[in-house]
């Protein structure tokens, strides 16, 4: 999901990033004891990313980034880090959590980097379809793995704090039009899923998100009021 996002109009600058990231990447595989799977996606992210600007002005690099760091510190704050591994393989698909969705990455690109899990954590993540077919994408979501699950819930608490701070910008219409029939349903259903794994994460995010929604729904009563 891209909230307010506005394409940058500077073809050649971001034709220009893409070759120097994938000039670099091939460079680096030389290097690669070197260069962490994490900071390689920032990388990747930064690259792909870094051009598409939300209604604040800020980039979907920077969303992309959130999203790993909300997920992570709840994963660490609730003692639910299993190995050093799996960390990093869920940091690398909280990065990557949009580059199928939303650029053209190739799957063998983010293999290369993250490896075999975040690859299928990001395509489990990706809505094939658009935003119009919220209900497939649900049912997708809710039956996937407790790691697309987590990802999901760290981007639905990222996005709505972002959309109650942006709401002046983005205005009430689309806020209640678009955003709220997209993510509302989402939360309630992810919500309603069993975390067995995760239990102590998916709660604080649960939390993280239903504040954020509040937040939101301040906004938006301050903003009706005037």
């Known amino acids: 999901l891209v909230t307010g996002v506005q394409t940058c109009a500077l073809p050649i600058s ?3 990033k893409k070759i120097y990231y994938f000039c670099l990447l091939e460079f680096d595989t030389l290097l690669l004891p070197m260069t962490s799977p994490i900071a390689a996606m920032e990388h990747l992210t930064d690259a792909l990313h870094g051009d598409q600007k939300r209604a604040d002005g800020t980039t979907n690099a920077l969303h992309v980034r959130r999203v790993r760091t909300i997920l992570m510190t709840a994963l660490q704050h609730s003692g639910e880090v299993r190995s050093p591994a799996h960390a ?3 940091a690398c698909a909280a990065l990557g959590h949009d580059l199928l969705e939303d650029t053209d990455a190739a799957k063998e690109t983010i293999l290369d980097i993250a490896g075999a899990d975040a690859l299928a954590w990001i395509e489990g993540m990706t809505n094939t379809q658009d935003d119009a077919h919220t209900t497939e994408y649900m049912r997708q979501i809710s039956a996937a793995s407790e790691e697309i699950r987590l990802i999901k819930l760290a981007d639905l608490c990222d996005n ?3 959309v109650s701070y ?3 910008q983005l205005g009430t219409q689309w806020v209640h039009e678009y955003f709220l029939p997209i993510v509302d349903p989402m ?3 992810v919500s309603d899923t069993s ?6 994460t998916a709660a604080l995010l649960m939390s993280i998100a239903m504040i954020a929604r509040e937040h939101l729904q301040e906004s938006l009563s301050m903003l009706h009021s005037r």
């Open 195 to 200: 975390f067995v794994s995760f239990p102590r």
């Open 187 to 189: 939360r309630e259903a």
């Open 88 to 90: 990093t393989a869920l």
């Open 14 to 16: 971001r034709h220009y």
């Open 160 to 162: 709505i704090s972002h």
């Open 166 to 168: 942006s709401a002046h």
